[in-house]
T-cell receptor
């Protein structure tokens, strides 16, 4: 079946603009994660959705970052008033269940803020 | 809470040589452990996972890892490196059965294979 998909694959924006990044998880996966990967760095956890539970937003770096997951499926990560330090690859992953099952990753969205 | 450390941000090996990538973890409960690989410009792909069954876990592409509770380690090995193994490798830990159910990733180790 289809894997996790993310769009756009690349996004170039100007400082101060808002951007939306989309993630389509694998059908039936109840858990969805967003990570940020800066150049040469590891994965920075951003936010986690599990079913209908309140999301774990503990990793969001500032209130400019928000995410939602509609209907338990598609998720959108929104960054408002982008800054140059937001430039990174944003990875989405989904999992059949929370926590200890493997995560299936999308190819990522490369965001460049000029 | 769990945490992961990976010794060596960059490792170079010759083609055909042993690959050893180190991972140590901390967890308040028996952990689940994972190794992921990331090829350039791609997402992460699961190599192998330990979920409290056999301590020696075999994964894809000839990789294996051994869970050693006494050393809190989960090192990744491959007997003979291939050029195609050049990639970024991430160790990860989760704590099943607890309310803290995120998977925590290590900082990654970049593997270079020298011809």
């Amino acid at each position: 079946g289809a894997g996790v998909s993310q769009s756009p694959s690349n996004k170039v924006t100007e400082k101060g603009k808002d951007v939306e990044l989309r993630c389509d998880p694998i059908s039936g996966h109840t858990a969805l994660y967003w990570y940020r990967q800066s150049l040469g760095q590891g994965l920075e956890f951003l936010i986690y959705f599990q079913g209908n539970s309140a999301p774990d937003k503990s990793g969001l770096p500032s209130d400019r970052f928000s995410a939602e997951r509609t209907g338990g499926s598609v998720s959108t990560l929104t960054i408002q008033r982008t800054q140059q330090e937001d430039s990174a690859v944003y990875l989405c992953a989904s999992s059949p269940r929370w926590g200890y099952n493997e995560q299936f990753f999308g190819p990522g969205t490369r965001l460049t803020v000029l | 809470a769990q945490s992961v450390t990976q010794l060596g941000s960059h490792v170079s090996v010759s083609e055909g040589a042993l690959v050893l990538l180190r991972c140590n973890y901390s967890s308040s409960v028996p952990p689940y452990l994972f190794w992921y690989v990331q090829y350039p410009n791609q997402g992460l792909q699961l190599l192998l996972k330990y979920t409290s069954a056999a301590t020696l876990v075999k994964g894809i592409n000839g990789f294996e890892a051994e869970f050693k509770k006494s050393e809190t380690s989960f090192h990744l090995t491959k007997p003979s490196a291939h050029m195609s193994d050049a990639a970024e490798y991430f160790c990860a830990v989760s704590a099943p059965g607890t309310s803290y159910d995120k998977v925590i990733f290590g900082p990654g180790t970049s593997l270079s294979v020298i011809p």
